[in-house]
């Protein structure tokens, strides 16, 4: 129930390609789905976020689609560039006291 | 703001030696968590706190790990023993607010490897 599953664990892309990582879940308390970027040596930072009253977000290159009735949400990185090589986590929490549950994380490598 | 700070970068230690992680939250942020990483595991929440109080410590894989928050500027994970499974790189982040409805900030990590 408090899972996030994330998919795929790795992906690469040529630079200017769309990447997509999807994440799943099964609790429907979540109401608060933000990403998270990683470079090496780096904590996570977060990156983009998404509430559940929207279908889609955007920022700059990064989009957040949101399908509530699927349970699913995935990002799309636009014009994808060598320096968005990083590790990607889909993270999901609401407001009460429980910590955000964060996936496993997908390692992309973009290359020129 | 200069953001969650942790201490030390990076930790040698030998095998059954005590570790102290060190970490200094955001200011005004409320809610602090400590994380481990590793290739097999992912982040793993280990304990978090609201208000300087452990809320939920069962993330903590043994009772060789303890966690403390004396003050709402300072907080730390031991290990004592400390045993080569350790090897992680451990992470604290601060909230503004508690639970799951808003950005966590991370720290850069300290690497632990234990020999």
């Known amino acids: 129930q408090q899972q996030v599953k994330q998919s795929p664990q790795s992906l690469i892309v040529q630079k200017g390609g769309i990447p997509i990582i999807n994440c799943a879940y099964e609790?429907?308390?979540?109401?608060?789905f933000p990403w998270y970027q990683q470079f090496p040596g780096k904590g996570p930072a977060l990156l983009i976020a998404i509430r559940p009253d929207v279908s889609e977000k955007k920022e700059g290159r990064f989009t957040i689609s949101f399908n509530k009735s699927a349970k699913q949400f995935s990002l799309h990185i636009m014009d994808s560039q060598p320096g968005d090589s990083a590790t990607y986590f889909c993270a999901a929490g609401n407001s009460g006291n429980t910590p955000l549950v964060f996936g496993k994380g997908t390692r992309l490598s973009v290359i020129a | 703001d200069a953001g969650v700070i942790q201490s030390p970068r990076h930790e040698v230690t030998e095998m059954g030696q005590e570790v102290t992680l060190r970490c200094k939250p955001i200011s005004g942020h409320n809610s602090l968590f400590w994380y481990r990483q590793t290739m097999m595991r992912g982040l793993e929440l280990l304990i978090y706190f609201n208000n300087n109080v452990p809320i939920d410590d069962s993330g903590m894989p043994e009772d060789r790990f303890s966690a403390k928050m004396p003050n709402a500027s300072f907080s730390t994970l031991k290990i004592q023993p400390s045993e080569p499974r350790d090897s992680a790189v451990y992470f604290c982040?601060?909230?503004?607010?508690?639970?799951?409805?808003?950005?966590?900030?991370f720290g850069s990590g300290t690497r632990l490897t234990v020999v």
């Open positions: 982040a601060s909230s503004p607010y508690g639970g799951g409805n808003y950005g966590y900030t």
């Open positions: 609790n429907t308390a979540f109401d608060y």
